[in-house]
Structure formats: structure tokens, C-alpha cells
């Protein structure tokens, strides 16, 4: 088994890391891949939450770090998706609790035991950010429609593509098509001309999101517009060939139903 290391990163807080990597490590699941997503914010955890395995912590990546557990003891699995596993961030650490060679480490542990590892970023671009991306060979940058996210993105991206010389891709989060028409927030083409760089996925903004964090159950599990639009996105990330003949047409809603059941009939 050949494991893809992912690292989900903007630069900027807020735009929705947690919520792509916990969406689409969802949707990677559900479409048949033993996926693992590794929560690297130290001190600010979330990702246990937005999956609902906050009670189910034993261990965590400093755990692991320090020698107090190995890899797969520190794994929590999915409550749902037997292929799906969180490997938490301690609560009560700082950042420098973990270096870039103990998730370089984690990763080699791993390899050939998962398809997919999904590393969510912390915001900056410092020490954590650091950690995060360097076991990687493949990066998401995630921005919303605004001015700030999007110049943040950007530095991300030079910095991931001088660094690193890999894959970078975009996703673009809680885009409104109605706004940007009205020039009330920057238009997918304003994104795409800014940042110069491979698109991913739009994902629209969907009320059913702010849902994630009190149930801890990712929109992927949902027939919601966004829950298509990360599905698939992680179809498209197994299968780079994967398109949609308008992204534009799926993020206004058109012909929505007819991917919802496309999509999620032919979930294995």
C-alpha cells in the first residue's frame, strides 16, 4: 500500500483547515480509503471534536513524541468508519512540544498502513506550520473570498513552492456566488488569477457546517451542497483526472441533484 501524505495549510486562522481535513478525511473514507488524519495544533486541538473523539483520548502525538506510546496506540478510530483514524494533538502542550522529525517519524510509521495521512496545519507560519509540512509530499491551501485569507494563501504558497517543489493545490471555502456577482467578495476568477495555482475543489457555504462541531459529524455524511463539494473534492484527490464540467455551476447549485446522486451512489 502506498501511503499520500497531505498536508492542509492556509498561513491564515479561520478560513477552515479543520473542517476540510475532518470533511475530507470523511469522504476519502467513505469512498473506500484507510485514511488517518493527524491533528498538529498543539494546545488548541480541535480536530477530535469536529469528529466527535474528544472522550476517546488516551494518548496523543506528544505522547507518542516523548515515548510514551507508539503510533497505533495513540489511533482512535472513527466511531463510524472503520478506515478512518484520528491521531490527536495534546491539549495542555505548546507547539515546540513536537518537532519536524517526530511527525516525520509518525509518517514513517504509517506508510504502507494507510492511503491517505492528512496532517491539519495550525495557523502561521512558524514552528508549527514548520512540523506540519514537512513529512509531506503534497500540500491543500485552503482561503475563503476574502482579501486577507487570500494574501495569506499566497505567501503560503510561495513559501510550499519554493521549499518544498510539490504539489500544491487550492481549495476554496465558503465561496457565496451571489457575493462575489456583486463584487461584495473576490470572485473565483479573482482567486485563481491571484494565486496562479492548480484548483482543488469550491466548496459553497452551507449552514450545515456550523452543525459540525455540536454533532462531530462532517458534512460528508450529509447530502448537503457542501458535503458534495468535499466529496468530491476527495474524489479528485484520488483521481487527479476527476472533473466537474462547470465548478462554477456546482458551487450555484445547478444541477446539484444530479451529482448528489452520482456522487454518493457510487460510494463503496
Not at 483520548?57 to 472513527?78: H, N, P, S, T
Not at 504539489?167 to 465558503?174: I, S
Request: charged letters at 25%.
Amino acid at each position: 500500500m502506498q501511503t499520500r501524505v497531505i498536508t492542509v495549510t492556509s498561513g491564515k486562522g479561520g478560513v477552515g483547515k479543520s473542517t476540510s481535513t475532518a470533511s475530507l478525511g470523511v469522504a476519502l473514507a467513505l469512498l473506500g480509503k484507510r485514511v488517518v488524519v493527524i491533528d498538529t495544533d498543539v494546545g488548541l486541538r480541535n480536530l477530535d471534536i469536529l469528529l466527535g473523539l474528544q472522550n476517546r483520548i488516551i494518548y496523543d502525538i506528544v505522547d507518542f513524541a516523548e515515548g510514551r506510546c507508539r503510533v497505533r496506540q495513540a489511533l482512535i478510530r472513527d466511531k463510524e468508519l472503520d478506515e478512518l483514524y484520528l491521531l490527536p494533538a495534546a491539549q495542555t502542550r505548546d507547539k515546540t512540544a513536537i518537532s519536524a522529525a517526530d511527525l516525520i517519524r509518525v509518517c514513517n510509521e504509517l506508510r504502507g498502513q494507510c492511503d491517505y495521512i492528512l496532517i491539519d496545519c495550525p495557523a502561521g507560519i512558524e514552528h508549527g506550520f514548520r512540523n506540519a509540512i514537512a513529512p509531506a509530499e503534497e500540500f491543500i491551501v485552503v482561503t475563503t473570498p476574502g482579501l486577507t485569507a487570500v494574501q495569506d494563501a499566497d505567501r503560503v504558497i510561495g513559501i510550499l513552492e519554493t521549499e518544498k517543489n510539490a504539489r500544491v493545490r487550492l481549495l476554496v471555502n465558503r465561496y457565496r456566488s451571489n457575493l462575489a456577482e456583486h463584487d461584495s467578495m473576490l470572485s473565483l476568477d479573482d482567486i485563481r488569477r491571484i494565486l496562479a495555482v492548480e484548483l482543488l475543489a469550491v466548496i459553497p457555504e452551507d449552514e450545515n457546517v456550523l452543525l459540525q462541531e455540536k454533532t462531530g459529524r462532517p458534512v460528508t455524511f450529509i447530502k448537503s451542497p457542501a458535503g458534495v463539494a468535499f466529496t468530491q473534492a476527495a474524489r479528485r484527490i484520488i483521481d487527479p483526472s476527476e472533473s466537474l464540467p462547470s465548478l462554477e455551476q456546482q458551487i450555484s447549485g445547478n444541477r446539484l441533484s444530479r451529482w448528489v446522486g452520482r456522487l454518493f451512489g457510487e460510494r463503496r
